[in-house]
């Protein structure tokens, strides 16, 4: 028989047995079997919508010698990121590994939160964590990890306060937000980014009056713009792409919708502190040109003092990594400070299988001794 | 006319055959009216586009008419409004438009590199879809997209800001709270709050002081 034949019968077989796989598969799981940032923790400290979490340690894990770790994520996206799968999970791996890990949870701030500023979220909220958590384990610093917008804040506390940060770790986090000008256009997207490209056209009224304009930045808006990054992709998820990702193995099923799941639960970002992101820091880049203040005090990132560990992910097409990798230049030479690239997207870094765990183990071989 | 019960093999190589026979017919059928279909898109975009401009313009000419009492302030924000949604109009046919562009530009690349290339339909698919992606993301860099996405975001700014006047004048007439007065509480509530914290923050440091 014509070959044509053959390969047009086994497609249409394939997909018939997709599609029946799909089917079975979504009628047989529940939302409830979709679970997300499992691994058990304890609730230690709720300031307003705010909650510090310590995650319990695994029994016969000895502990290590090692000071705590504060982990703060972002205001766009949950920090179940770093815990969206049992098999995947950047916090159960440092839990294996020994180490104390608290993260914070920064809420779901809705309009009347929408004068919260960077300020409060690292003079008030994040230094409140770290009172507690010194004050916990008897000590005058610990080690922060910082992760996205979440490192910013990070390396701004670390530069204000460095004798409260032993070892610090910021990952895929943008420092220098205009770094990719001097970058080749040729690059891929990756390397020059879209997002910093876009809000660089844009005055700072016009930016004010389209935060104002929502009375936040809401987490609907955030989540359209991932979606036009990868717009062919987004396009086709729910459709050619769908019983690829519905059928087969029921744990490859889970995954898929736990990174639904995940993607579904989008916070708003309260306005003011959405107004220092956007334009204070993406607009007019002011954490480099040392014109970025908190409460009246100047951020100068060459006072981070502690070692300095900065990852980044090789195809991050949010945060270009040589926006990341520009901290370097604003550092004290003599510093301890190290790169770590990770072969992976964005959320890759926290996600795929490979890069997870190396990036889990660099960060733990980081964190400062007692 | 071939039983598919009983031959379904030739029944299976007739359609393909079918199928094939059509798809080439509306390829060809594609290709040669392509030029046409750009060119009547062309026009009517920029037809779309120019009736558009012309209302925002009208609409804008009225700026100076004089403001009624009874009405109580809704006419001039309907008329905001209206303003604003032709603008946004405005701006999102010139997005599309050029999306329009931009596909039929992946079309002709693809076109042009998959023309030799005899695969399965669903690799034929996967194909288009990666060359549409790569066309796509590179067009997204270009100035021509950046700046007519920034139009489109502020036209969407000022939609949105002119509906929540509309919705003010109404929330106001029927004595309703505005949220601007709940930003004024919110903000009371916020500086206090802050105040506290501080406060405690002091307090804190002094017992530390004091205990040593």
């Avoid at chain 1, 394939?14 to 939302?31: A, Q």
């Avoid at chain 1, 100047?298 to 981070?304: E, H, S």
């Avoid at chain 2, 790569?134 to 000022?158: G, I, W």
Wanted: proline share 3%.
């Amino acid at each position: 028989m014509d070959n044509a034949v053959l390969a047009q019968q086994e497609e249409i077989s394939d997909y018939f047995e997709k599609f029946g796989s799909s089917l079975n598969n979504v009628i047989s799981t529940s939302d409830n079997e979709v679970g997300i940032g499992e691994t058990p923790k304890e609730t230690v400290l709720t300031i307003d919508k705010v909650t510090l979490y310590r995650y319990l340690p695994i029994s016969g894990i000895e502990p290590a010698n090692k000071k705590p770790l504060l982990i703060a994520y972002s205001l766009i996206g949950s920090y179940k990121m770093l815990d969206l799968q049992k098999d995947r999970s950047v916090i159960k791996n440092l839990l294996l590994k020994g180490i104390e890990v608290y993260v914070i949870d920064w809420g779901h701030p809705n309009k009347s939160d929408k004068w919260l500023s960077f300020d409060d979220y690292i003079l008030s909220y994040l230094a409140d964590c770290v009172d507690f958590i010194t004050a916990k384990h008897a000590l005058s610093s610990i080690s922060l990890l910082g992760i996205c917008e979440g490192g910013v804040f990070a390396a701004c506390y670390a530069s204000l306060h460095p004798e409260r940060v032993s070892s610090l770790s910021l990952a895929v986090t943008p420092i220098d937000f205009h770094a990719d000008i001097d970058t080749d256009r040729e690059d891929s997207q990756a390397s020059v980014g879209y997002l910093n490209r876009l809000l660089r056209r844009f005055s700072r009224s016009e930016l004010e009056d389209m935060i104002d304009s929502f009375g936040y930045l809401p987490g609907e808006t955030t989540g359209l713009v991932f979606l036009e990054m990868t717009l062919v992709k987004s396009l086709t998820k729910y459709n050619w792409e769908l019983l690829d990702s519905l059928a087969g193995n029921k744990e490859k099923v889970l995954n898929f919708l736990r990174m639904e799941k995940w993607l579904l639960d989008r916070p708003h970002h309260p306005s003011e502190a959405a107004k220092q992101w956007l334009i204070d820091l993406y607009n007019e880049n002011k954490l480099v040109t040392h014109e970025f203040e908190l409460d009246g005090n100047k951020v100068d990132l060459a006072n981070l003092s502690m070692p300095v560990l900065n990852i980044y992910a090789k195809h991050d097409h949010i945060v270009p990594p040589c926006t990341s990798r520009a901290l370097k230049d604003y550092l004290d030479a003599d510093l301890d400070y190290e790169e770590l690239e990770l072969n992976a997207g964005h959320i890759g870094a926290f996600v795929s299988g490979k890069a997870n765990q190396m990036f889990s183990d660099k960060i733990a071989d980081w964190v400062s001794e007692t | 006319m071939i039983n598919p019960f009983e031959s379904p093999l030739h029944y299976m190589e007739e359609l393909r055959l079918q199928y094939h026979d059509t798809f080439e017919k509306i390829t060809a059928n594609f290709n040669s009216n392509m030029e046409l279909w750009g060119d009547t898109q062309d026009k009517f975009s920029n037809l779309w586009l120019e009736n558009f401009e012309n209302l925002s313009l009208a609409l804008s000419q009225t700026n100076a008419s004089p403001k009624l009492d009874t009405v109580m302030g809704f006419d001039s924000k309907i008329k905001d409004l209206a303003i604003a949604s032709t603008n946004l109009s405005m701006c999102a046919s010139e997005l599309q438009v050029l999306f329009l562009r931009i596909w039929s530009e992946a079309y002709e690349k693809f076109v042009v590199t998959s023309s030799d290339q005899s695969t399965t339909s669903k690799d034929a698919i996967n194909r288009w879809l990666q060359n549409a992606n790569s066309v796509v993301l590179e067009f997204q860099q270009s100035d021509d997209y950046l700046d007519a996405k920034k139009r489109y975001a502020t036209s969407l700014s000022s939609f949105q800001s002119a509906y929540k006047e509309l919705i003010k004048v109404y929330q106001e007439n029927n004595h309703m709270p505005t949220q601007e007065e709940f930003d004024d509480l919110s903000k009371t509530v916020y500086l206090l709050k802050k105040e506290l914290r501080s406060l405690k923050r002091q307090l804190k440091d002094k017992d530390v002081l004091k205990n040593g």
